[in-house]
Nanobody, 126 residues
Framework: QVQLVESGGGLVQAGGSLRLSCAAS????????MGWFRQAPGKERAFVASITWSDGSTLYADSVKGRATISRDNAKNTVYLQLNSMNPDDTAVYYC???????????????????WGQGTQVTVSS
């Protein structure tokens, strides 16, 4: 059974940085798609970034492009999300997600992912 555990959230001042981690267990992830999503209070869960485990290809939401880096560590079965130049709009619960297959053009769609972590809270103070 695939399990995802996020960590690294917390309180950060505007302009600061955080690195979130997603530790994956229970399977070999070489063929997986891994995504980060976030959900702010009263809003839908939104795509942040994704990485294809096999070849490392990445995709970013416009809201974080240029400020975020998603990466993976094969040896540790861990996916990271580095967020820089953070602002209060980045405040949300951040979720890690995994998928074995993704329909073409839908890598940013939350319904394509079938395994989710419990989330980690990120709060950016102004």
């Amino acid at each position: 059974q695939v399990q995802l555990v996020e960590s690294g959230g917390g309180l950060v001042q505007a302009g600061g940085s955080l690195r979130l981690s997603c530790a994956a267990s229970g399977h070999t992830f070489s063929g997986y798609y891994m995504g980060w999503f976030r959900q702010a209070p009263g809003k839908e869960r939104a795509f942040v970034a994704s990485i294809t485990w096999s070849d490392g290809s990445t995709l970013y939401a416009d809201s974080v492009k240029g400020r975020a880096t998603i990466s993976r560590d094969n040896a540790k079965n861990t996916v990271y999300l580095q967020l820089n130049s953070m602002n209060p709009d980045d405040t949300a619960v951040y979720y890690c997600a995994a998928a074995t297959t993704i329909s073409p053009g839908r890598i940013g769609v939350k319904y394509e992912y079938d395994t989710w972590g419990q989330g980690t809270q990120v709060t950016v103070s102004s």
